[in-house]
């Protein structure tokens, strides 16, 4: 039997082609399932899926939402067209269902031919809640025995033990697998130096949003997705915004195995993610990283929200001029002016009459004030420090300063499977091992939630966290 926010958001927020496929394939079916797998597919070779499933996959449901959008490059839509011809469409059908080998079968999603291409601007967002919304309706239909959905692209190889991972409770909202780029190069090995400093600097400042924001990588509660209304519809960083959301639902899990093969193409099918920054590297092989300083000042704004408690709640003016307050609390504090100054740029002393206003203990001000100051602000709050305080180094000069501070652990590339590849630069790759292996050793769990409050769902404490 479905739950409440998984049949609420089926009647009010999938997407149309959901109701076709319920009625006209999923009313019918006797077979059942134990994983779903979507995959939204542009642009890719016409055997892609031989390359992303391992070959012992089983009893298994592959959702792959074929799609193109009517501004797309020509020669990308007659590619993807020509990947959806092999399956025999039918005009009059969206979508192919063809029985697999192992208890598996694919469900193919026309999203691409001319009449059923997505509007300008909606991509890979679009495509992903297509799929989501679908392997949810499953769900709830019980053909699909594991209520968790898994998501992938079509330039990923998946490991012969993907779906081997722990049981998660419900308090969880999204699993993440970890990674590796291939084939190596410098250029791929930069970025992978970007993503991975980026997580391991935030996890260092104690911030909650210290996660891989990958959407290949992503194994998603039914009851979360449904909770925070399924992927953003955008064309590009919708996995960025998707996770953002669910991290405030539940409990966010860095999963230790089974590692996803990412693909170091370059790709210009959207603005960012790998294939765009292997795009921009072939070009210009320097990758600046974000300044030490900035997550030592984002540490010390994570360090202050019980002293902000005790100090300013229960002031009789402080709403009526929470800026004055807010400077003068920095002052006899003696903390850092530039650190004041970027978080009233976000409208900091705003958000702290709201929380005052709406929170009568601490812990419930500490929640808020982590949904407040999540992922997205996070990152202007680094992109501020950077743009006026801290300009971005290079990433020798970079991880040299942060390890200065955080040393890392002399033996930690043991833990990193040595790559021997004697083409890549040696200071690069040594970088890379370290923050691998500092990764690897963050906490499994991760996210702002609480779960001493005993919210089930943040929608309990901020309604309109959904839309967010």
């Known amino acids: 039997m479905a739950s409440k926010p998984i049949r609420r958001y089926l009647d009010r927020h999938a997407e149309p082609i959901v109701s076709i496929i319920q009625d006209d394939w999923l009313a019918t079916l006797r077979q059942t399932y134990q994983f779903v797998l979507v995959i939204p597919l542009f642009n890719e070779a016409l055997n892609c899926l031989d390359s992303v499933l391992p070959k012992t996959i089983s009893d298994t449901l592959i959702i792959a939402v074929v799609n193109a959008s009517v501004d797309a490059d020509l020669a990308a839509i007659h590619q993807t067209q020509a990947f959806l011809e092999q399956f025999h469409p039918q005009p009059d059908v969206p979508f192919i269902v063809m029985d697999q080998p192992l208890g598996n079968a694919l469900l193919l999603i026309d999203c691409c031919t001319a009449t059923r291409q997505f509007p300008h ?5 679009l495509a992903r809640k297509i799929g989501g919304d679908v392997a949810l309706a499953c769900i709830a239909a019980q053909k699909v025995g594991i209520p968790w959905i898994h998501c992938t692209d079509g330039d990923v190889q998946l490991p012969a033990d993907y779906f081997d991972t722990p049981s998660l409770g419900s308090d969880v909202a999204v ?4 990674f590796r780029h291939w084939p190596l190069n410098d250029d791929i090995l930069r970025y992978d130096i970007s993503l991975r400093y980026y997580v391991v600097a935030l996890a260092q400042a104690a911030s909650p949003y210290a996660f891989q924001t990958i959407g290949s990588l992503l194994r998603i509660n039914a009851n979360h997705y449904a909770q925070v209304r399924g992927f953003p519809k955008r064309q590009a960083a919708e996995d960025f915004y998707m996770l953002n959301k669910l991290a405030k639902t539940g409990k966010v899990v860095r999963l230790k195995q089974p590692e996803v093969l990412l693909s170091s193409r370059i790709s210009r099918r959207v603005p960012f993610g790998t294939g765009a920054a292997m795009a921009r590297l072939s070009e210009d092989p320097e990758m600046l990283l974000y300044h030490p300083q900035i997550f030592s000042e984002l540490r010390s704004w994570q360090d202050l929200d019980q002293l902000l408690w005790q100090e300013l709640q229960g002031l009789k003016n402080f709403q009526a001029d929470p800026a004055s307050y807010l400077r003068s609390f920095w002052q006899d504090h003696h903390l850092s002016e530039s650190l004041l100054q970027t978080l009233m740029a ?6 702290l009459g709201q929380a005052f206003r709406q929170n009568h203990d601490f812990p419930h001000f500490q929640f808020f ?6 992922a997205f602000r996070t990152l202007k709050f680094v992109h501020h420090q950077r743009q006026h305080y801290w300009p971005s180094l290079s990433i020798q000069a970079a991880t040299a300063l942060y390890w200065d501070d955080h040393a890392p652990n ?20 040594q970088i890379w091992q370290q923050l691998t292996a500092a990764e690897h050793r963050l906490p499994s769990e991760t996210g702002p939630t609480l779960p001493s409050l005993g919210l089930s769902s943040l929608g309990q404490a901020f309604p309109s966290i959904r839309n967010h």
């Open 410 to 429: 002399p033996s930690s590339t043991d833990e990193v499977n040595p790559l021997q590849q004697d083409h890549l630069d040696p200071s690069l790759l």
């Open 346 to 351: 976000l409208k900091l002393d705003q958000a």
């Open 175 to 178: 699993a993440i697998y970890p």
């Open 121 to 125: 601007k909606q991509g890979v967002g």
């Open 369 to 374: 004030l982590r949904v407040w100051f999540d």
